[in-house]
Nanobody
Framework: QVQLVESGGGLVQAGGSLRLSCAAS????????MGWYRQAPGKQRDLVARIDEVGSIKYADSVKGRFTISRDNAKNTVYLQMNSLKPEDTAVYYC?????????????WGQGTQVTVSS
């Protein structure tokens, strides 16, 4: 129904930067929001950043001032610019799309992309 293709992950040193991209395709309509979540081994999947249909943005406290989420609606793509990376940012990062189906919101996920930050 909805396909999310992520790219941009990799290995960087502490203090470095990465930009993640997520391109959505398929049955794309009535999008509520797109965002990024991350999950480290043994941890739950937590919100990193989210941007909704009117442009409202939410960040996790741990990334405020370092990460920036943006979108290109014409390309159905969302980006996550990650600066001043820390080892604790190491995780699998997942793209998320929320859309309206009937009167409820449904969620779709990408396959995840690994981000590793070395000391």
């Amino acid at each position: 129904q909805v396909q999310l293709v992520e790219s941009g992950g990799g290995l960087v040193q502490a203090g470095g930067s990465l930009r993640l991209s997520c391109a959505a395709s398929g049955s794309i309509f009535s999008i509520k929001a797109m965002g990024w979540y991350r999950q480290a081994p043994g941890k739950q999947r937590d919100l990193v950043a989210r941007i909704d249909e009117v442009g409202s943005i939410k960040y996790a406290d741990s990334v405020k001032g370092r990460f920036t989420i943006s979108r290109d609606n014409a390309k159905n793509t969302v980006y996550l610019q990650m600066n001043s990376l820390k080892p604790e940012d190491t995780a699998v990062y997942y793209c998320n799309l929320e859309k309206y189906v009937g009167g409820r919101s449904s969620n779709y996920w990408g396959q995840g992309t690994q981000v590793t930050v070395s000391s």
